[in-house]
């Protein structure tokens, strides 16, 4: 995000972030990358020391009531981290807003304060063996209420923070007979320690190690009633809630990622000569160059503009379905152009790009992930055409608008326009 478009507070907090990115120590995304950490919990002191988790809640609970351009400007610059640290930023703020938005004053008090300071730290327990993008669909996951608890039982698959995280945020079914599942689910916190609750695999994983990713099991798992987010049954408003810093965070910190490979394979191309000049001097290097920046603007861009939606959302002035349609583009722009500049980065270092050496090789394992997780690209492409469509056939989206097909020659035959 370009520092010009930001108010003198967002800006401050993006430049706050990219000190705290700058001062994390080399050697822990080594023992990070080398499996030797397998989960990094004084990342998370040191952002909590510079209060820098949970930007967006409340001075109350230990926030900055930051906007959410600046909650992505910062992530952006931990982008620079790679994804499994800029995930693990996130994370704070992807919990905490069902918390934020729907919980009760105590459930904030806990666990908001608890992002905010560090001492608490939540993982998204959402995606199950049998599905991920058709989650509602697929849900196996039920929680029925007993006396003052609900006893949960499923699983939750590739949870980050599986191992490490001190509570989840989880969805499960808790009305089997509801007419459509999005009418059945209500979202729950679990605590590490409730009995019932285990971890059972531990994934080896390509790229973003260091996050802890588990597959968890809900066994009988009982935790208090007081526990349920907003109300019964009203688990899809939350979760959609919950998607707008779940997917805008992957689309901020893809920037940060994928400007890191350019800057290192640029002042590579500085360096590095072949057919007596530098590499940036052939033409075909400099224009991956080129290409790749301006993709990474263009997306920069539009996570710009998607968090100003959720802005404009937060303040009432725009439907979700708006803000939901652009942080989608920026999540699927983002994501597609961070891979293309991380792939166009290793090409242009040549063989020394696929060593550890550099580090561009961990960018690349790591950037495939963000066209899978947080909902894939094809699931943005299914969430843009449908609110597009929703969008256009509502008779107000015309109001005012010039009508383009009557601009064509033959307009009138009516009898050439065949639809079945
Ligand atoms: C390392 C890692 C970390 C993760 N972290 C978390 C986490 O912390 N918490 C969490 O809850 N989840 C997490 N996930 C899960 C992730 O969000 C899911 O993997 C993702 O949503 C895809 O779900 P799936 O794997 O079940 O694939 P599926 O839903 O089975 O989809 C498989 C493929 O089919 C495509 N597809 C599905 N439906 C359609 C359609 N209608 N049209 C076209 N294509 C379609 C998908 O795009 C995908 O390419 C993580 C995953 C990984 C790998």
Not at 82 to 93: A, P
Not at 97 to 108: A, H, L, V, W, Y
Not at 287 to 295: G, V
Request: hydrophobic letters at 40%; aromatic letters at 8%; a neutral charge.
């Amino acid at each position: 995000m370009e520092d010009f478009l930001l108010s003198e507070s967002e800006l401050e907090i993006k430049l706050k972030a990219r000190k705290v990115a700058k001062s994390i120590p080399p050697d822990l995304i080594r023992a990070i990358e080398s499996e030797t950490k397998k989960f990094p919990r004084e990342f998370v002191d040191i952002n909590a020391k510079a209060n820098m988790l949970g930007l967006r809640f409340s001075k109350e609970y230990g926030g900055r009531g930051a906007s959410w351009v600046a909650d992505m400007a910062a992530v952006e610059e931990m982008g620079y981290l790679g994804f499994t640290l800029s995930c693990m930023y996130s994370l704070g703020t992807i919990v905490g807003e069902p918390i934020n938005k729907f919980g009760t004053k105590d459930q904030k008090e806990k666990y908001l304060r608890g992002i905010t300071s560090g001492l608490l730290y939540g993982a998204e327990a959402i995606t199950e063996p049998s599905g991920g993008s058709d989650l509602f669909g697929m849900m196996k996951t039920t929680a029925t209420k007993k006396g003052k608890s609900f006893i949960l039982n499923g699983q939750k698959r590739f949870i980050v923070g599986g191992q490490g995280a001190d509570f989840f945020v989880t969805y499960a079914i808790t009305d089997q007979s509801a007419p459509n599942r999005t009418r059945g689910v209500s979202a729950f916190i679990v605590d590490r320690n409730t009995p019932g609750l285990k971890i059972e695999t531990m994934y080896g994983l390509m790229g973003n190690k260091g996050g802890g990713t588990a597959r968890i099991v809900f066994r009988d798992a009982e935790i208090p009633a007081e526990n349920l987010i907003g109300t019964l049954n009203g688990g899809y408003d939350i979760f959609n809630t919950m998607m707008i810093p779940e997917r805008l965070t992957t689309a901020s910190g893809s920037i940060g990622v994928g400007m890191a490979a350019i800057e290192i394979a640029t002042g590579y191309a500085l360096r590095r000569k072949a057919f007596g000049s530098k590499l940036i001097e052939h033409e075909g290097v400099s224009f991956k160059i080129a290409e790749s920046l301006t993709s990474l603007a263009n997306s920069a861009a539009l996570v710009y503009e998607a968090s100003k939606a959720a802005d404009a959302y937060e303040m009432g002035r725009l439907p979700m379905a708006r803000a939901r349609k652009l942080i989608s583009m920026a999540k699927l722009n983002s994501t597609e152009a961070m891979w293309a500049a991380v792939n166009s980065a290793m090409q242009i270092m040549g063989g020394i790009g696929y060593t550890t050496v550099y580090p561009i090789e961990r960018l690349l394992r790591d950037a495939r992930l963000g066209l899978i997780w947080t909902g894939s690209s094809e699931v943005m492409k299914m969430i843009i055409q449908h609110e597009f469509v929703k969008e256009i056939s509502r008779p107000d989206y015309w109001e005012g608008k010039r009508v383009v097909e009557q601009d064509a020659i033959d307009f009138k035959l009516v009898e050439e326009k065949v639809y079945e």
